[in-house]
């Protein structure tokens, strides 16, 4: 049962790939916010997966939940510094 | 048999990002992928954690604290992923990103 909670958190990474691309290559600058900001849900998980495997979950949960504060947060931020920059940024 | 709820769970929760990254990957225009972003994403960490705090019930053996800890992490994913999800739509289009429409596919085919 312990290599299960392993082998999530690796199949878990494998899928942090696919919102990478769209980080990267992403025609808008909407959708790399948004690539971001999914890679960034998906590490919540990670990082309570992590203190699974390492018998620490106690420390791990407050870093999980700090790290999905700092997400939201920057999310936010991002977001109303693009509706006041305008059209030219996002314009497709 | 929690054991098998607590696999069913976590294999829900990762079928669901799968099929939210997929619905990023191949869907046309910014606004159909943030609203599959957003659904997916949350559902599946809401589900995913909740099979990780029966398996730490079960073979991890957690205080009450931690899994009070993580039922409030629960919780603030549950308010603040739809929360996100609105903000940047609202960036968009108060940016002038203009949405997708079935006429643009006709005209690219002409």
Request: glycine residues 8%; aromatic residues 8%.
């Amino acid at each position: 049962m312990e290599s299960f909670i392993l082998y999530l958190g690796i199949v878990l990474m494998g899928i942090m790939l696919m919102p990478l691309y769209r980080a990267v290559v992403g025609p808008t600058t909407l959708d790399r916010l948004m690539g971001m900001n999914a890679i960034g849900s998906k590490t919540v998980a990670l990082i309570v997966i992590i203190g699974l495997v390492f018998e620490r979950v106690d420390m791990f949960v407050d870093i999980a939940l700090a790290y999905a504060m700092l997400n939201f947060i920057a999310v936010l931020a991002a977001s109303r510094y693009l509706h006041k920059r305008g059209r030219r940024d996002t314009a497709s | 048999m929690i054991e098998i709820l607590v696999i069913f769970l976590c294999c829900a929760g990762m079928l669901l990002f799968f099929g939210g990254m997929i619905g990023i990957l191949r869907l046309p225009d910014a606004y159909t992928r943030l609203h599959m972003a957003g659904m997916l994403d949350t559902l599946g960490l809401l589900v995913l954690l909740l099979g990780l705090v029966l398996y730490g019930f079960l073979h991890a053996p957690m205080s009450l604290l931690v899994q009070f800890k993580i039922l409030l992490l629960w919780g603030f994913v549950l308010v603040t992923s739809p929360t996100a999800t609105h903000a940047m739509v609202d960036a968009g289009v108060r940016a002038g990103l203009t949405p997708w429409v079935q006429a643009d596919v006709k005209r690219r085919r002409k």
